[in-house]
């Protein structure tokens, strides 16, 4: 069954009561942020499943769609992970979660801790993973490309060579390079495999937990004022 309903979003989430200054502070505009980063969470999660296909985005191979998502999955889910603690710890939060049934307190409770509790993790893999692509990490993998590796460019052209296309299949070259970091790399493939694996696991983890405290902002907060 599928339930669905619709509200002016206006009327939604604005409160005319608070100043701008106050925004940041104020439970609608942190649920609106959750409510953003959770959705860009689910999409990460489907765009580093391999087992997918999405041709548009797979012009460069599936790896280099597999390994984007994997590494945008990770700033992703630390600013939801932090916009969950930071909505947690708001005053503007205590009267709504103190209309949590007792049942209901001791998920959020659990859940919000849980989350705190792999920001960790999600550094580590971020950092071992080419998470943020900066001039040094690009420097490294160039340095330690072999003299044997090739990389390809390809462009695309219509009949008529008026409109064309280009794709810089090399990039997933250095992608690698980056992630690796100059480590031996005899089980490249299956290492970045293993890579995947242990980061879908983790940010599906992160997603459940995430979606246990939506569930209770939708049901005690959004589901009302959405209206009938």
Avoid at 6 to 16: A, E
Avoid at 150 to 164: D, H, P, Y
Avoid at 177 to 206: K, N
Wanted: glycine share 6%.
């Amino acid at each position: 069954m599928t339930v669905t309903r619709f509200g002016v979003l206006k009327r939604v989430f604005y409160d005319s009561s608070i100043s701008e200054r106050d925004c940041r502070d104020h439970i609608s505009a942190q649920i609106a942020r959750i409510s953003i980063l959770y959705e860009d969470l689910r999409i990460e999660l489907f765009g580093m499943d391999d087992e997918n296909n999405y041709e548009d985005l797979d012009r460069l191979g599936k790896p280099y769609r597999t390994v984007y998502f994997l590494r945008r999955s990770f700033a992703t889910a630390l600013e939801l992970c932090k916009s969950i603690a930071e909505l947690n710890g708001s005053k503007n939060f205590r009267l709504l979660r103190s209309s949590f049934k007792a049942d209901e307190l001791q998920h959020w409770t659990n859940a919000v801790v849980a989350l705190r509790a792999t920001k960790d993790r999600v550094n580590l893999f971020r950092n071992n993973s080419g998470g943020h692509i900066d001039v040094g990490a690009c420097s490294h993998a160039i340095e330690n490309l072999n003299e044997r590796q090739v990389g390809k460019l390809e462009i695309r052209m219509n009949v008529e060579r008026t409109e064309s296309e280009v794709l810089l299949e090399y990039a997933g070259d250095l992608v690698a390079g980056v992630i690796f970091a100059g480590r031996p790399r005899p089980d490249a493939d299956e290492e970045l495999r293993q890579m995947l694996r242990d980061t879908g696991e983790l940010m599906a983890e992160i997603f459940q937990h995430a979606m246990v405290c939506i569930n209770l902002i939708v049901g005690s907060y959004l589901f009302p004022r959405f209206g009938h």
